[in-house]
C-alpha cells in the first residue's frame, strides 16, 4: 500500500525574512571590517622597519594573509623619498631616482594594487611640523594617482630613550630638551598632517610614551654601571627597555637610544596590526623569545589602551 506524506512548511514571515536579512547585514558588515587578507606598502625607513618586524608572523598565527612591499631607506625623510620621486619623473632612465634596490616608487607601486600605503616622517625632523611640507601632501597625491584605492595610513614614531644623548628637532636649529617634549611636538606635528591629508595614524609613538611613563615599566637608567671605563661583556641595567640601547660591537661600547629592541618592535608590531587588521591580539600566543612573558602581557594592553583611544577618537 502506498501512502503519500505531505510536509506542511509554515510559510516565511515579514518578521522572521527581516530578522534573517538582519543577520546577514551584519556578518557582512563584520566581514568587511576585520580584514583576512591585507597588501600594505610601506614608504618610510628603519623605523617603519622596526615597527613592522613581527607583523607577518602576528597575521600569520591569527590566519591571516599579508602582503608588504617596501620602499624604505635608512634616515630617509619625506623630502628624500618626494626627492627620488622628481628624478624619476624627469628622466625614467635616471639611476638617482631608482634608489629602491634599482627602483622607482612608482615601479614597486605598480606591483598589484595595495590596500594601504604608509607614510611616516624621519624620526629626527618628526617634531618640527614644517618640514613635513609641501613632501608628505605631494607624495600622498602621487600614491593616490597611481593606486586610487588605497588607504593612506600614517605611522606615528616614537620619541628617543630617556638617556639619549640628542632628540630630535622641533623647529629649525632648535631640538627637544627631553623624550617628553620629542614625544609632543612629534604627536601634534603627525596629528596635524592626519587632519591635512584625511588619514588614519598608527601611534606606535603614543604606546611607547605610556611605556616610558609607567610607574612599574618605566626604563630607568643604570646608574651604577662606570660608563667610563667599562668592561666587556657588562652593559648597564635596561630592563623594560623599548630601545636598543647600549651593546658591545666586538670591543667598542656602542649607544642606540633611537631604534627599537625586541620589546619596542613587538609593541610596533601589536599596534600595526590590530589597526590594520581591526582584530585584537590580547589572546595571541606569539611574542619574541627575548620577551618576558609579563612584560609582553603588559605591552599588549598598552597596545590594546592606546588603540581604543584611536577608536574612540582621541
Known amino acids: 500500500m502506498k501512502i503519500n506524506i505531505k510536509i506542511q512548511r509554515s510559510p516565511l514571515t515579514k518578521s522572521t525574512a527581516f530578522f534573517l536579512l538582519l543577520i546577514c547585514l551584519v556578518t557582512d558588515l563584520f566581514a568587511q571590517n576585520r580584514q583576512d587578507t591585507l597588501r600594505v606598502f610601506i614608504i618610510g625607513n628603519s623605523f617603519s622597519q622596526n615597527a613592522s618586524a613581527f607583523l607577518p608572523q602576528m597575521a600569520k598565527e591569527r590566519g591571516k594573509t599579508l602582503i608588504i612591499g617596501h620602499a624604505e631607506l635608512g634616515g630617509h625623510s619625506l623630502e628624500q623619498h618626494w626627492g627620488y620621486v622628481e628624478k624619476a619623473e624627469a628622466n625614467v632612465d635616471d639611476p638617482k631616482g631608482k634608489p629602491y634596490n634599482g627602483k622607482s616608487l612608482k615601479m614597486l607601486l605598480g606591483q598589484g594594487n595595495w590596500d594601504i600605503v604608509t607614510i611616516q616622517q624621519y624620526s629626527f625632523l618628526s617634531g618640527d611640523s614644517s618640514s613635513y611640507y609641501p613632501y608628505a601632501k605631494k607624495l600622498v597625491a602621487y600614491v593616490k594617482a ?7 595610513v600614517i605611522h606615528q614614531t616614537w620619541a628617543y630613550r630617556s638617556d639619549a644623548k640628542k632628540f630630535g628637532r622641533i623647529s629649525e636649529g632648535q631640538t627637544a630638551k627631553n623624550q ?16 591635512r591629508i584625511d588619514a588614519r595614524i598608527l601611534p606606535v609613538g603614543d604606546a611607547f610614551e605610556m611605556v616610558a611613563t609607567d610607574k612599574k615599566y618605566a626604563f630607568k637608567p643604570g646608574l651604577s654601571f662606570d660608563y667610563d671605563h667599562p668592561v666587556a661583556p657588562n652593559l648597564p641595567d635596561q630592563t623594560n627597555s623599548l630601545n636598543i640601547g647600549y651593546f658591545w660591537n666586538k670591543d667598542q661600547l656602542s649607544f642606540d637610544p633611537n631604534h627599537a629592541n625586541d620589546a619596542g618592535k613587538y609593541l610596533g608590531g601589536l599596534i600595526w596590526y590590530s589597526i590594520l587588521f581591526n582584530d585584537d591580539l590580547k589572546n595571541s600566543a606569539f611574542k619574541p623569545q627575548g620577551v618576558s612573558d609579563d612584560f609582553a602581557a603588559y ?3 598598552v597596545a590594546s589602551k592606546v588603540v581604543r583611544k584611536v577608536q574612540d577618537g582621541q
Do not use: D, G, V
Not at 617628553?180 to 587632519?195: C, I
Open 299 to 301: 605591552l599588549k594592553k
Open 146 to 152: 597611481l593606486q586610487p584605492q588605497a588607504r593612506i
Open 180 to 195: 617628553e617634549e620629542m614625544w609632543q611636538k612629534s604627536r601634534a606635528a603627525y596629528h596635524l598632517l592626519a587632519k
